[in-house]
């Protein structure tokens, strides 16, 4: 409102100014306060808010974990700690043939050799019978049939369609035994067309064949025993040989402890060693407390059996090794450990940006302003000194 | 007014440059030493794109799985993503079949196909899930990727992409850099020996270019700026039957068995542009070996190593027939005869 009177109009002009004056002081502390809320805590809170949550984890420990070990050049037995061991026994003439085996007693004959590995792994044996499901690619040669060694690798992928050996979640370790045709006998014959002598062959990882032919008087007496010591020997030499066992004497299974207990402990390490990569590339990516957790129980077991192993006692290295190595792969394999798909860092900023940059304008430009009045106050100050 | 709206704007630019991913290089992984060949084979074959005239791409991956399975994968070792059922669609003029050629003569839905990933299953997270190993506990075996250290994966993706993206069921999309991390985690976890990567979609090529993991093949039906272009109309169906690329890919591997000896570098040079229109791209550079020396059966089929036994080491056996166990229980009776109420024998005049 604007006085009219010239008296009136100073008077109302020094009033007009006192109000401005105080007017303006309060319009730059509402700016400031603006500043204050937007800047100051705002800010700072957004970022805590929309940060990606990570338990704190032993980065640097993980990162030291370098495996410094040589790789062996075959690949050797998958890296579990239980497996299954599958017995699968194949007859494609059921109606000819009776055989008189049952996977009892196979299992029951494996268990010795099987409580003897119980240290580095837990095994569950399963068997199933497989009716009319032939081998192929025989070949004649007079009176019996010869699989010739490098058709080999085509019989087992035909085979294990009908295996079913996956309904588990351990690896599988398949003892295939199979009975031909009684006019049909099968052998195996080598590269140099020599026929071998145990009539068996496996593939790593995978398991073994063996292949048993029912000799003429079962055959005419339709009744079949089948050697359960040549059996079970065959399977114990196949499983010891994927294994990579040189012998069942006490060295051998120290021997073996050992080995184990060293791979395992170089798995978690390069285990630790790649999750420990990856949170740090992937940036959004979640790490919740009860995977930290498992992290530095992992990181504290494999120090551990390390020490262990250095100073000769296997046994409770290999103990440690398999605990470090089980939280390990709990850690790693967590359902919550996928990256943030619909909100990586720069949509982030791109969804928050038109939000507060609108906000934040006119606050920074209205900084001007204050450092104006900041400046006019010290004048006025310096004046009335 | 102006340095203050310039040194605003830098500061954002700042926050910005930060976030961005930081692709560390890791080539030093391929000095560490990696195995010679490979124990088994698998192969990750998804379709993305729903509705009915997204037919093509239903058959196109269809047509695949037929020709890996023949090739000896087995089914444990397929996982099989598919968006949409063709088969059962109300459109479908020849319901329960699906087919890859006009001529109908071979119908790629038959009574043996597994789908492990139907329908709304088939999302960026739950593919990006199959390939980390990052499944929830309950998960069935069948729709576990549990490659290992000497899994050569095949993985084959159709659908609508993009320019560093691909479409999946019309509503979201998986970026090259998702991708390229996903086969990174992979790697990490030893989850691939190899891995042969096909896409056959418009600027497929895009999808493989973020990749910067090791033993990665890559082929793509088209570069970027490109479209893939589909091949024929089935009249009778009423839609695009197969994909041009797809369809002479399959061509070449009708004609491959499980024991040819077939080089990759020939696959890689099926459908050149007089038949294609669109050029393939091929990225082979992560490549450890020289695609010339590869089978196609590294990828495409199944071969497994075998070592003969030598000899039999004899093992004493415990007991020649084994005890076993059957549980009997007698049942306890628990009816006994009530005469009825009313005898009707006597009532009944």
Redesign the interface.
Known sequence: MCATDQSGNRKSESYINNEDEKEADYRIYSVLSYFFVLVIIGIPVWWYTTRVYRADLPIEEMYKLQSNRRINKDFGILLSLEYDILISLVHPDPAGLDIDIKGEDIDVNLQPFLKLLSPIANFVVKSQWLYLTELGYQRKNDDHYVLRERQLPHVISPLETKLWSHLSPRPTLNLVLYFPHCSKPLYIHNSKNERVESNAFLSPRWGGIYILNPDKNSCENKLFQPDLERVVSTFVTQLQSLFKMNGISKEDIRALKISKAEEIVASTRRTLNSLARLLSEINSIVISDEVGEKISIAVENVNQAENFLKSGDVDNGLKHAKISYYYSEEAFSDPSLLALLYFPQDQKYAVYIPLFLPIMLPVFMSLKLVKRWYASRKLKKQKEE | ?FL?GTV?FSF?LL??TN????Q?QNFNNFSR?V???H??NWAVLVDTSRFWFNYRHVANVLSIYRSVKRL?????QIILMIADDMACNPRNPRPATVFNNANQHINVYGDDVEVDYRGYEVT??NF??LL??????GTP??KQL?T???SNVLVYLTGHGGDGFLKFQDS?EITSQ?MA?AL??MW???RYHETFFMIDTCQAASMYERFYSPNILAVGSSLVGEDSLSHHVDPAIGVYIIDRYTYYALEFLENVT??SNNTMANFLKVCPPSVCISTVGVRSDLFRRDPEHVHITDFF??????????????????????E?TVPVTTKPNKYRYVPPLVNFDTIAQ
């Open positions: 007014m203050r605003l954002l926050l910005f976030s961005c991913h930081s560390a030493k195995r010679k060949g124990t088994n000896g994968i087995p089914d444990s960026v997270e990006v899930r980390t190993g990052r499944l929830p506990p075996r069948s549990l290992d250290e000497g979201e998702e991390d990174e985690q990490q976890k030893r499980p024991q089929g199944s071969v497994r190593p075998i070592n003969l036994l030598p000899r039999v080491t004899n093992q004493k056996i415990v007991t020649r027939k084994s076993t």
